[in-house]
């Protein structure tokens, strides 16, 4: 990723987290988090993941929700953005957190023995 491109990112997300903060009136988008956004080399599209931290049976109302909003959100990324062309917005859904937590449900879950520490002695 060259460093326009990550600074251009940084930018989006951090424009994108505040418009679902303070401007965005779909109830269905409160407590929305942007996770990362991806641009391609061209700065054409945007991949955007977003998470509703720990609620993870929202996504389809969230998913839906971001679809209807994505021409207001892209407009308003135009607006505050200095770019020839604004990138086109695709919002997918980040499993990164639910992984995790899987993982370390697993993890807790395993029956590993303590270690005799007697044997170390000999």
């Given at each position: 990723?060259?460093?326009?491109?990550?600074?251009m990112?940084?930018?989006?997300?951090?424009i994108l987290s505040?418009?679902?903060?303070?401007?965005?009136?779909?109830?269905?988008?409160?407590?929305?988090?942007?996770?990362?956004?991806a641009?391609d080399?061209e700065l054409?599209?945007?991949k955007?993941y977003?998470s509703?931290?720990g609620?993870?049976?929202?996504q389809r109302?969230v998913?839906?929700?971001?679809r209807?909003?994505?021409?207001?959100?892209?407009?308003?990324?135009g607006k505050r953005?200095?770019?020839?062309n604004t990138p086109e917005?695709h919002f997918?859904?980040d499993?990164?957190?639910?992984?995790?937590?899987?993982?370390?449900?697993?993890?807790a879950g395993?029956?590993i023995?303590a270690?005799?520490?007697?044997?170390?002695?000999d």
């Open positions: 990723m060259s460093v326009k491109q990550g600074r990112s940084d930018r989006i997300q951090q505040q418009l679902f903060l303070r401007e965005i009136s779909d109830p269905r988008l409160r407590d929305i988090t942007v996770t990362e956004v641009l080399a054409m599209y945007a955007v977003v509703a931290m609620d993870e049976s929202r109302d998913m839906r929700a971001l209807r909003a994505q021409g207001f959100l892209r407009r308003e990324v953005v200095r770019l020839r917005l997918y859904w499993e990164t957190l639910q992984q995790a937590d899987h993982i370390n449900r697993l993890i395993l029956d023995p270690e005799d520490s007697s044997d170390d002695l």
